[in-house]
Antibody, heavy 121, light 105 residues
Framework: EVYLEESGGGLVQPGGSLRLSCAAS????????MHWVRQAPGKGLVWVSR????????SYADSVKGRFTISRDNAKNMLYLQLNSLRADDTAIYYC??????????????WGQGTLVTVSS | DIQMTQSPSTLYASVGDGVAITCRAS??????LAWYQQKPGKAPKLLIY???NLGSGVPSRFSGSGSGTEFTLTISSLQPDDFATYYC???????FGQGTTVEIK
């Protein structure tokens, strides 16, 4: 069974940094593109970032470009999101998610339960 | 960037009703569209991929249609478990629609 578990969220001051982790199990992690999606309290889903299977390519939403960095360790089945220069509007639940298929891009078929990041002084 | 616009924002319906949610893309995305269901406090669940393909374990009362810039999610007969928020997502640049909440009339 596919399992994704996020960790690393918490309370951080504006301008601070945080590193989110996502532990993956139940599938061949190195085959799949992975994503981070966030959701501010009471708001909709916002795509944040994506990394391809061998970490050779990444993309970011404009709102986080230059501040957030996605990475992965295929040997450890781990996905990461480094959050720098955090702002109040980065406050959200951050979900890691796996592509439905490793053969083609078809949507996010598996999600973790999310980790809450709160940016406040 | 491709913008996704869903309508309506809120939909009121009764158990047994057929409902439709529309998603419009600002540029053509072929059939690169997914639909998700999200319940309060839970992670989203993939319902439909490539505009019209049913996700794993998704009941057949859910269906998707459309291509290019206009897409529809249809629930043929609402069940109590279907009252939730629904999002479309294009996977050219991955943006989501703003969501449609289906509430009990």
């Amino acid at each position: 069974e596919v399992y994704l578990e996020e960790s690393g969220g918490g309370l951080v001051q504006p301008g601070g940094s945080l590193r989110l982790s996502c532990a993956a199990s139940g599938f061949t992690f190195s085959n799949y593109w992975m994503h981070w999606v966030r959701q501010a309290p009471g708001k909709g889903l916002v795509w944040v970032s994506r990394i391809n299977s061998d970490a050779s390519g990444t993309s970011y939403a404009d709102s986080v470009k230059g501040r957030f960095t996605i990475s992965r360790d295929n040997a450890k089945n781990m996905l990461y999101l480094q959050l720098n220069s955090l702002r109040a509007d980065d406050t959200a639940i951050y979900y890691c998610a796996r592509e439905r298929s490793f053969l083609e891009v078809t949507g996010l078929g598996h999600w973790g339960q999310g980790t809450l990041v709160t940016v406040s002084s | 960037d491709i913008q996704m616009t869903q309508s309506p924002s809120t939909l009121y319906a009764s158990v047994g009703d057929g409902v439709a949610i529309t998603c419009r893309a600002s540029h053509s995305i072929s059939n690169w569209l997914a639909w998700y269901q999200q319940k309060p406090g839970k992670a989203p669940k993939l319902l439909i991929y490539k505009a019209s393909n049913l996700g794993s374990g998704v009941p057949s009362r859910f269906s998707g249609s459309g291509s290019g810039t206009e897409f529809t999610l249809t629930i043929s007969s609402l069940q109590p478990d279907d009252f939730a928020t629904y999002y479309c997502q294009q996977y050219n640049s991955y943006s989501f629609g703003q969501g449609t909440t289906v509430e009990i009339k």
